[in-house]
């Protein structure tokens, strides 16, 4: 096994320490001396690999925001691999555009997509780590439109990519309405948010 393969578990055991404190608490409290004592990883190892402080957080930071996107999309690839009637298709992506919104832990969700895309905006090489991430959110979410439009079920005169982008605003968008003092219910959203979903429906006509 060569040097550079035996480093990825050891520097695995790093970015999984420093993305455990990323998700309880802010990143200006990250110590490398102390991730490195608490994992048994070379300080100097550390630097080699990725290069600064930041480097290992930004690492940390797109690691947290593939593992969030991915776990997001299985459900949306599977709206499609098994939809055979426009019923099927309904059936399986209103859950998506409702509940993926709904409950405490999808708060803490994207909140802590947005908190990563936030960061993106100051840092380049952050943002160049989560690009392949977010293409492929978009990418996912717009087959899935394009299936439906394919078939008829979804209008055609609203591009794929755009409703893709849009059902991600609604998602990331809720985040300003969690620090409200009255925020939207999860009931008042999941009802409101598939009342716009249904306006880009072209059910099929008996």
Known sequence: MSKQARSIPVMQSVLDAVAERLLSGDESRIRIPEICESTGVNYGSVYHHFGSREG?????????????????LEGVRQATEYSETFDEY??????????????????????????????????EELR???????????????????????????????????????????????VVDDISLEPVSDELWEHSASILFFSLLTPPQD
């Open 56 to 72: 290992v957080i930004d690492a940390a930071y797109e690691m947290i925001f593939t593992r969030l996107t991915q776990e997001d």
């Open 128 to 174: 160049a780590l989560i690009a392949r991430s977010q293409t492929e959110a978009s990418a996912a979410l717009s087959y899935v439109v394009r299936y439906g439009q394919d078939r008829g079920w979804v209008r055609r005169d609203v591009d794929a990519h755009f409703i893709a982008v849009l059902l991600q605003i609604l998602l990331f968008g809720r």
């Open 90 to 123: 309904l059936s399986a992506v209103i859950p998506i555009v409702t509940s993926i919104s709904s409950g405490e832990d999808r708060r803490r969700r994207r909140a802590m997509r947005l908190r990563v895309v936030a960061a993106a905006t100051a840092r």
